[in-house]
C-alpha cells in the first residue's frame, strides 16, 4: 500500500518569503506528526495531531511556524517570513494511533533552502 | 520533559564486524525505544524495538538492549554488511497523562561498513 508521501521533495525559497509543506499520511492513520531535521542533528518534534484533538504544539520554535490538519487526513505546514536557519528537512510521520507503543512511518521528507 | 543522548556521531567498521551503538535518556517514566534507520534519501525506517518490561530483544542481525537501572539502551548490528551503512536514531516515549505522547529522539550516528 502506499506510505505517507510529502511535497513538494525540495523547495528553495527567498529570506521572508512563505512556504507551505504537504503530508499525506497513511490512510486510517489517525496520528500525524511534523518534525525538523537539521544537518547533523536529530529529529526535532514540531507538532502532533491526534484525530479530532486539538494538535500538541510544544515543537513549534517560533510562531512563524503553524500547521493544519484538514478532514483529520492531509496536513500542511506553514512558515512565513522564512529565516536562512529554517533550512532543513521536514519530516512527516503518521501511525495508527498515538497511544502506546504504535510504529510511526515517516514520508521522505522536503528539503528546505532559504537562501 | 525526555532528553536523548546518543553516541558515537560516526561509527566505521569493516564489513563483519560488530557495530554497538548507546543511548541513554533522563526520564526514568520513559517506556518504549524504538530504533530507526535512514538511508540517503529516504525517510526514517523503524528496525527494531523495545519495551521498558523487556530486557533484550533479538531480530536476526540486530538486538538491542535495555538498562532500565543505567537509563541506557543500545542497538548491537553484528556481521555487518555495506547496506547497513546509514544514519541509526534510537528514540524515547515517555507517557504522558492523556494517554498520547510523541518521541524523543537522539541526534543519530553515521554507520559506514567497508567492504
Known amino acids: 500500500g502506499a506510505g505517507v508521501s510529502q511535497s513538494p521533495s525540495n523547495k528553495v525559497t527567498e529570506k521572508g518569503k512563505d512556504v507551505e509543506l504537504r503530508c499525506d499520511p497513511i490512510s486510517g492513520h489517525t496520528a500525524l506528526y511534523w518534525y525538523r531535521q537539521s544537518l547533523g542533528q536529530g529529529l526535532e518534534f514540531l507538532i502532533y495531531f491526534q484525530g479530532n484533538s486539538a494538535p500538541d504544539k510544544s515543537g513549534l520554535p517560533s510562531d512563524r511556524f503553524s500547521a493544519e490538519r484538514t478532514g483529520g487526513s492531509v496536513s500542511t505546514l506553514t512558515i512565513q517570513r522564512t529565516q536562512q536557519e529554517d533550512s532543513a528537512v521536514y519530516l512527516c510521520?503518521?501511525?495508527?494511533?498515538?497511544?502506546?507503543?504504535?510504529?510511526?512511518?515517516f514520508g521522505p521528507g522536503t528539503r528546505l533552502t532559504v537562501l | 520533559g525526555e532528553n536523548v543522548e546518543q553516541h558515537p556521531s560516526t561509527l566505521s567498521v569493516q564489513e563483519g564486524d560488530s557495530a554497538v551503538i548507546k543511548c541513554t535518556y533522563s526520564?526514568?517514566?520513559?517506556?518504549?525505544f524504538p530504533w530507526y534507520k535512514q538511508e540517503l534519501g529516504k525517510g526514517p525506517q523503524l528496525i527494531i524495538d523495545?519495551?521498558?518490561?523487556?530486557g533484550e530483544k533479538k531480530d536476526q542481525r540486530i538486538a538491542v538492549t535495555l538498562n532500565k537501572t543505567a537509563k541506557h539502551f543500545s542497538l548491537h548490528i553484528t556481521e555487518t554488511q555495506p547496506e547497513d551503512s546509514a544514519v541509526y536514531f534510537c528514540a524515547a516515549r515517555l507517557p504522558l497523562n492523556s494517554g498520547y505522547s510523541t518521541l524523543t529522539f537522539g541526534k543519530g550516528t553515521m554507520l559506514l561498513v567497508s567492504p
Open positions: 510521520a503518521s501511525s495508527l494511533s498515538g497511544l502506546r507503543e504504535v510504529e510511526q512511518f
Open positions: 523495545i519495551r521498558s518490561n523487556v
Open positions: 526520564d526514568s517514566a520513559s517506556n518504549y
